[in-house]
């Protein structure tokens, strides 16, 4: 049995940026553990939205998943209970399941994986574009997602521009009132005043569905007054960022009583600690969808057949679309062509999966990575 990591950068497309970051590239490292270049295991920890990049941080993180792997303990309960970080936790967990399943990149047998049915997906749009696009190109680009079965759009806003984007969004609405519209402010305003100012202007555009995370994290008691008093519903994301304790996760969403989460395996521990948010979500009929954090197509194949498991499993409060549409942030991460879109949602590529059984996985891990 032979464990061992790949480091790897990855380079975003133009125009990838949030609120308050513009991407650039993403180092992101995989877990390879195999065993007789049959049975391999392969875990992605992609730690770009939780630490503040740099060579240091990379290196701590290199060193710290080489020095937790033991070799006589593959059973991932002994490293759930060592490991306090959530992307690093992640990715041993992936890894794991691989390993056991010895089928990769299969982790769960389903329709899905069988490219039988899809995962309806929002389509994302950044920034940049209101930056660049005249309302002509905006609205070529929204007709164009319209045509290709996207019903749902999350759009980042940014304080700073507020206005034009407000009126790129009620012409958005007049045009197209079927639409729903999912707002990301990533945090960018500064408190209850300023976010109740904004969604007040917001009221008549009843196509919104709700607004991610309007204020910086941990700020527990604003935040519970925004989910009381805004107009508009509110869905915790980054709030969500670290928290492993099931107490905590009770706690959090007890007091804070958002009306929407978003779960990220990546920064919310994996699937099993994932789960558990469901689980608490669903006993207080808080909707909940799950969304990438920019991980590659690797990471992305594990959460979308995770997803897909967890649609079937809880139907009550898991909103319709779920933002998985990131498989093709990255130049260069169409090396593992493992999705494609078709009418709003994304699909199991079934030609690739006949590929890899056919071959064997050791010999083309350089196709992946």
């Known amino acids: ?26 180092t992101i490292f995989f877990l390879v553990l195999k065993k007789d270049n049959k049975n391999i295991g392969i875990g992605e920890c992609n730690p770009l939205l939780t630490i503040n990049y740099n060579n ?5 993180i290199e060193n710290n998943i080489i020095n937790l792997f033991n070799y006589n ?19 041993f ?52 997602n319209i045509s290709n079965g996207f019903l749902s759009l999350k759009i980042k806003i940014d304080k700073k521009s507020f206005d034009y984007q407000y009126h790129i969004l009620l012409l958005i609405h007049k045009k197209y009132p079927f639409l729903q519209i ?34 910086p994290r941990g700020n527990f008691k604003e935040m519970k007054k925004i989910c009381k008093k805004s107009i508009i519903p509110i869905a915790l994301d980054e709030e969500l960022n670290g928290i492993i304790k099931l107490e905590k996760k009770r706690n959090i969403l007890d007091f804070i009583k958002p009306q929407y989460i978003i779960i990220k395996p990546s920064i919310n521990g994996g699937f099993s600690e994932s789960e558990e948010w469901i689980i608490e979500a669903d006993k207080r009929n808080i909707k909940w969808c799950i969304s990438s954090s920019l991980e590659s197509n690797i990471g992305i194949n594990a959460i979308s057949q995770w997803t897909f498991l967890m649609i079937n499993k809880y139907k009550k409060n898991n909103l319709y679309y779920h933002g998985l549409n990131t498989f093709d942030v990255y130049k260069n991460s169409n090396l593992f062509p493992i999705f494609f879109r078709k009418n709003g949602f994304m699909w199991y590529n079934n030609k690739i999966i006949n590929f890899y059984e056919k071959k064997s996985i050791e010999k083309n891990l350089d196709r992946f990575f």
């Open 93 to 144: 967990e992936q890894m794991f399941l691989f390993f056991k399943k010895k089928k990769f990149p299969i982790l769960y047998n389903s329709n899905f994986t069988k490219g039988k049915i899809g995962i309806p997906v929002n389509n994302l749009i950044w920034l940049k574009i209101y930056k660049n696009f005249n309302k002509k190109k905006i609205f070529s680009y929204i007709e164009n």
């Open 56 to 60: 240091e941080k990379l290196n701590d």
């Open 182 to 215: 999912r707002l990301d402010a990533n945090g960018c305003f500064s408190d209850l005043n300023e976010t109740i100012f904004f969604t007040k202007i917001l009221k008549n555009i009843t196509s919104i569905y709700y607004i991610e995370q309007p204020i």
């Open 1 to 26: 049995m032979i464990f061992y990591l790949i480091k790897k950068k990855f380079f975003f497309k133009s125009g990838i940026r949030n609120s308050i970051t513009n991407f650039n590239v993403n």
């Open 73 to 91: 303990n593959i059973n991932f309960n002994f490293y759930r209970k060592k490991i306090l970080n959530p992307y690093i936790l992640f990715a």
